[in-house]
């Protein structure tokens, strides 16, 4: 069965430092991949996705993920965080193709609190 | 805004009631789904639907039924609630244009307390 593994369950970091979230996926054909974020108290918002073409996808607020087909992965990254970044961040796969009834596999989410 | 209403907000409920909860959307998407959202396992698919009268089973069905009667409505029947129950739930739709995969767009979700 289609699975979608987060590896950092809560992560903790200060202001200005690097961030980068670990998601691998596990199906052999094509997929489409996304990070959405939420914030507390807050309904889940689209960071950032990856249908096809360049694998390293810019997201909004300055967030980008790398697809690498051949590590099942798809990382979220961001260079510099902020304490407004302080939310739970869920990376989902669909199955791609025309025939694709848009079922999103979610990870178990990764809780990001940073430090002012 | 995706124009998704969800209501209730907030409900409390004992165990073996009756509980359904709306999904309400303005903008006639064809495709909508419901999720639960638990600590540890993220969100997980319950039921979606693929057009008026037409539903089908995600990953967390059981003890869960759907019905959509209009494009714009899509309600959850919890037909005997559990305390396992308990958890946010989120509705979504998805716009389809062209034949194209477009992301989810999540309504500001049910939180459900079973006792």
């Known amino acids: 069965a289609q699975s979608v593994s987060q590896h950092n369950h809560h992560v903790i970091l200060s202001e200005a430092a690097s961030l980068e979230l670990g998601c691998n996926y596990s199906y052999g054909g094509t997929v489409n991949l996304f990070w959405y974020v939420q914030y507390p108290g807050q309904h889940l918002q689209l960071l950032l996705k990856y249908f096809s073409g360049d694998p390293l996808v810019k997201g909004i607020k300055g967030f980008e993920a790398e697809f690498i087909k051949s590590k099942f992965s798809f990382n979220l990254r961001k260079p510099s965080v902020q304490w407004s970044d302080t939310a739970e961040y869920f990376c989902a796969a669909a199955l791609g193709g025309s025939s694709n009834t848009g079922k999103l596999i979610f990870g178990q989410g990764t809780t990001l609190q940073v430090k002012p | 805004d995706a124009g998704i209403t969800q209501s209730p907000r907030h409900k409390v409920t004992e165990t073996g009631t009756p509980v359904t909860l709306r999904c309400h959307q303005t903008e006639n998407h064809r495709y909508m789904y419901w999720y639960r959202q638990d600590p540890g396992h993220g969100l997980r698919l319950i039921h979606y639907s693929y057009g008026v009268k037409d539903t089908d089973k995600g990953e967390v069905s059981d003890g869960y039924s759907v019905s959509r009667s209009k494009t714009e409505d899509f309600l959850l029947t919890l037909e005997s609630a559990t305390s396992s129950q308990t958890s946010v739930y989120f509705c979504?739709?998805?716009?389809?244009?062209?034949?194209?995969?477009?992301?989810?767009?999540f309504g500001p979700g049910t939180r459900l307390t079973v006792l």
């Open positions: 979504a739709i998805r716009p389809t244009s062209g034949g194209a995969y477009n992301e989810q767009f």
